[in-house]
């Protein structure tokens, strides 16, 4: 079975400032692993994914996580915040099974301070 | 691509009624999935169907039902509406084989409000 843990419900950071948000993932069998976000009155949008290929994996808007297996860890980064990028953020994990469900985190909801 | 597109958007109703919410996938996707997001539970997968058929189903109560027509349209239907039924409910459709076939689109939700 798999799970996330997303650290932190809401995280704050000032514009231009470092992103740092956390993700732990279990899983019994090699994951696939997202990142989504959300706008409000919105749907998710991917962000980026993890799927074998390399271990860092480069997103939209500039966004990058790193999958560490020793860890268990796939957490997000922007190295410079914008305003624009307030949103809420899901990381989710699925097994590579086609017919696999895919789990979400509880979300952690993203504040820019001016 | 159109993308996803969900109907209603928005829908009151009060206790006990039913109520079907309808999801239009991306053409070509075949698998429609279903979850229920509020804010203390996040996001919380209900079924998923393929090519008619339900394959996945979460922890939800019988009162919560689906199904997908030949197109791949898909509904989902709740009865006896309870208040803590009021959600955003998003579907979301992927591909079917291919790199990129675990990749969910979702649309907008509809917001159900349960009085």
Known sequence: AQSVTQLGSHV??????????????????????FWYVQYPNQGLQLLLKYTSAATLVKGINGFEAEFKKSETSFHLTKPSAHMSDAAEYFCAV???NRDDKIIFGKGTRLHILP | KAGVTQTPRYLIKTRGQQVTLSCSPI????????????????LQFLFEYFSET??????????????QFSNSRSEMNVSTLELGDSALYLCA???????AYNEQFFGPGTRLTVL
């Open chain 1, 12 to 33: 704050s950071v000032s514009e231009g400032a470092l992103v740092l948000l956390r993700c732990n993932y279990s899983s019994s069998v090699p994951p696939y692993l």
């Open chain 1, 94 to 96: 699925t097994a590579r």
């Open chain 2, 27 to 42: 053409s070509g996707h075949r698998s429609v999935s279903w979850y229920q997001q509020t804010p203390g539970q996040g």
């Open chain 2, 54 to 67: 339900q394959r996945n189903k979460g922890n939800f109560p019988g009162r919560f039902s689906g199904r």
């Open chain 2, 93 to 99: 459709s992927r591909q079917e084989g291919g790199r």
